[in-house]
């Protein structure tokens, strides 16, 4: 629940930019609910109107506008100004920003999905040991995800992105794990991206809408997907044409199942194939690779090697399907 009022006094902070309200001016407050002692509380946080705008959109465009407050001293009205500010910020605010990201429903175990929640907690930074014996970095954030208290765990290099306690969070390709108390936690792999505090316009640019395509042309870990990335490194070889994939170009890379040796025994494991943009399409299933890939890419990314995907489509001409979304895109 959240409201908009005139402050009754100069002593609440906004939690925002840490500033006080001063009295008379408008701000916006949110309810939260917390457990004491086994007691459900509630509590509110105040915000200033600029600044809770654009960090809770959502709540202010629905918040219910309190016009006046009655105080010890009096009653207390918003002016004239405050309330057309109010009024032209509610209009102009576009709420469907986590909706174009398919904000996803905790409802299975390794489900990759979108989450957006509060932070409650942050942990240091610890090394571990994952299954291949390589010792990684890892950070755990308590969280409270769709009034639900969890945590998110993260590897790799967003274990050093700078986050603190009330930041909201929206993270990407997370993947879903059952935890130790069987509640659902959540993981981030290399695929995964976090922004913190995003504000509409972030979120809006950051997917493109066409619904996502799976592949069942061939067999792939659970959860894996075919994306554009840049190459972390130049180590990788492209699988068509034998040649390195330059550190920082741009590559799509095909989840497969690799079998390796171990103690003796074969295993399959996790594993992808690398390719350079162009080289993708002699795979036997290369139009099936790019099509899912591009239902994926992020509007940033996408924009930052438009000339590519402009040089390819004469490429995909013969592939109806992949050949009208890449020109639904680039238009």
Not at 83 to 92: A, C, P, R, T, Y
Not at 203 to 232: I, T, V
Not at 295 to 310: A, C, G, R, V, Y
Request: hydrophobic share 35%; aromatic share 8%; proline share 2%.
């Amino acid at each position: 629940m959240s409201t908009i009022e005139p402050a009754k006094s100069s002593r609440a902070s906004c939690k925002i930019c840490k500033q006080k309200i001063e009295i008379k001016s408008a701000r916006l407050g949110i309810e939260n609910e917390f457990n004491l002692n086994g007691e459900i509380v509630k509590s509110i946080k105040w915000y200033h109107i600029e600044c809770g705008a654009k960090k809770f959109p959502k709540e202010f465009k629905n918040a219910e506008l309190n016009t006046a407050t009655i105080t010890r001293s009096g009653r207390i009205e918003l002016s004239k100004e405050d309330i057309d500010q109010i009024l032209e910020i509610k209009s102009n605010l576009n709420s469907t920003g986590f909706d174009i990201l398919g904000i996803s429903k905790v409802d299975e175990v390794d489900k990759t999905m979108n989450i957006k929640a509060s932070i409650l907690r942050v942990m240091d930074i610890k090394e571990r040991e994952n299954v291949n014996g390589i010792i990684e970095l890892t950070r755990s954030l308590y969280i409270i995800e769709k009034g639900t208290r969890s945590r998110l765990n993260l590897r790799g290099d967003l274990v050093n992105i700078n986050i603190s306690r009330d930041d909201e969070i929206v993270a990407f390709d997370v993947i879903t794990k059952l935890g130790g108390n069987d509640k659902i936690q959540f993981m981030t792999n290399y695929k995964s991206k976090l922004l913190v505090n995003p504000t509409i316009n972030d979120l809006e640019k950051f997917k493109f809408e066409p619904k996502e395509f799976w592949s069942d042309k061939w067999e792939r870990p659970k959860n894996e997907y075919c994306e554009f990335m840049y190459a972390p490194s130049g180590r990788a070889g492209c699988i068509i044409c034998d040649k390195k994939i330059n550190k920082g170009e741009l590559k799509i890379i095909k989840p497969i199942y690799v079998t390796i040796q171990r103690n003796s025994r074969e295993m399959e494991v996790k594993g992808n194939r690398n390719y350079h943009v162009f080289c993708v399409l002699k795979d036997e299933h290369g139009y099936d690779v790019i099509y899912e890939a591009l239902t994926k890419i992020m509007k940033d990314l996408f924009h930052e090697n438009l000339s590519i995907f402009e040089q390819l489509l004469p490429f995909v001409k013969q592939n109806h399907k992949v050949h009208s979304l890449l020109i639904e895109m680039i238009e």
